[in-house]
């Protein structure tokens, strides 16, 4: 007799994040302040363009003691310190708490002599060649090799423990320029990928009908949007309800809603529930002016280390959020505010961290909601046709 397999959870896609974030390398082999010392050089080089973060342990005896309300029974203590934040926690639940606080960060440095990471940065230092042998185990990933001042050379174990080490870059310890060139090209080969969606699965309540397959250039405008995206983009999805499936042709690619009742903000969940580890580029169906030129340009300007590159309004000081880029850090920013309650995409923008554009053309940023609307906009497209 054969049992079929139970399955208890549900088939999802989860993102690419070591113990804190998509990319992560401790650094091991060497006493903790020379591994501090390298962290700061990193970091102050590349933050100005990247969000870039450290974990370490402590072990100084002063810190034994739980600080402030903590020791006096408190779970959680906050305090802004004017020009930093502060939180104390006793609670951070493994691996996922810190994972939660380490989502928005591109770069993520560990003092291996204490935390593990994904990826592994070695120091070769004499000194610490025992100490390094007890954490061969650890060493599962290792991209770089640095030689400290006294060593001189790979030690044997590391050479046996790892058949291929000379494909591994090695450098100086000291060589800092050439070390943060190799975390800069890492950061920029991990540049998520690019995707588009159409969002085409209102109810368009307010227009009459469907506003997705209004022809206004000599196809349906998802359609048209689809193909203004395609250059752009390495795969474009039109997002849809289930019961829209079978209507979407020409062999256009479909995401169906899978967060359901929640408008463009169950869209853009469902889009990363299929690939967390993708961006994307999201734009409404109703935007008949929308040029390639608008499209471009946001492209161009994206900055990956905000959860999002949008346009401000034309009529306001707020974030477009249906022609934006979505980066994957937005993804659990989006759970969190749907965990509050909240399902409007501008009010995470308006409330997180993103790269706000003006628009060149913001006419382009005009939508249709109204049948007063689309006879607005017909009007200027009779003009700019009159005017070509």
């Not at 020791?71 to 994972?99: C, V």
């Not at 070769?124 to 006294?150: D, F, G, H, W």
Request: charge should be negative; hydrophobic fraction near 40%; aromatic fraction near 10%.
């Amino acid at each position: 007799m054969t049992s079929k397999e139970h399955k208890k959870h549900a088939d999802l896609k989860r993102p690419a994040i070591g113990n804190y974030g998509r990319n992560e390398w401790a650094i091991v082999g060497a006493p903790c302040v020379y591994i501090k010392g390298l962290a700061d050089k990193v970091i102050n080089a590349l933050s100005p363009n990247y969000k870039c973060a450290y974990a370490d342990t402590s072990h100084q005896d002063e810190m034994i003691q739980a600080p402030g309300r903590l020791a006096g029974g408190a779970f959680l203590e906050y305090t802004d310190q004017i020009n930093y934040h502060q939180f104390n926690s006793k609670n951070i639940s493994q691996p996922f708490g810190l994972r939660q606080r380490f989502a928005e960060a591109d770069l993520v440095l560990v003092n291996g002599n204490h935390q593990q990471a994904r990826s592994q940065v070695v120091i070769i230092y004499e000194n610490k060649r025992a100490s390094l042998k007890k954490r061969l185990a650890q060493l599962t990933n290792v991209e770089l090799i640095l030689l400290a001042e006294n060593a001189e050379g790979v030690f044997d174990y590391i050479q046996e423990a790892i058949p291929s080490w000379q494909d591994i870059p090695l450098y100086q310890l000291d060589d800092t320029d050439r070390i943060i060139a190799f975390f800069q090209s890492k950061l920029e080969a991990a540049k998520p990928v690019l995707n588009g969606l159409v969002l085409a699965g209102g109810k368009s309540e307010r227009m009459g009908f469907d506003k997705g397959t209004v022809n206004w250039f000599g196809k349906e405008q998802r359609y048209f949007l689809t193909d203004l995206l395609k250059p752009l983009c390495k795969e474009v999805y039109i997002s849809c309800r289930e019961d829209q499936r079978d209507s979407i042709t020409n062999g256009n690619q479909v995401l169906t809603d899978t967060f359901t009742g929640l408008g463009p903000y169950g869209a853009i969940l469902s889009a990363f529930r299929e690939q967390p580890d993708s961006a994307w580029l999201v734009i409404a169906c109703d935007l008949p002016l929308l040029d390639a030129d608008t499209l471009e340009f946001l492209v161009a300007n994206r900055d990956t280390s905000k959860i999002a590159t949008a346009y401000q309004s034309p009529d306001n000081e707020f974030p477009e959020p249906l022609i934006a880029i979505w980066e994957p850090k937005s993804y659990p920013q989006l759970l969190s505010f749907l965990s509050l309650g909240y399902s409007c995409p501008r009010k995470v923008l308006i409330n997180s961290d993103i790269k706000l554009l003006q628009a060149k053309n913001p006419e382009a940023l005009s939508n249709v909601n109204t049948p007063e609307d689309l006879e607005k906009v017909k009007r200027t497209l009779h003009q700019k046709i009159a005017g070509s």
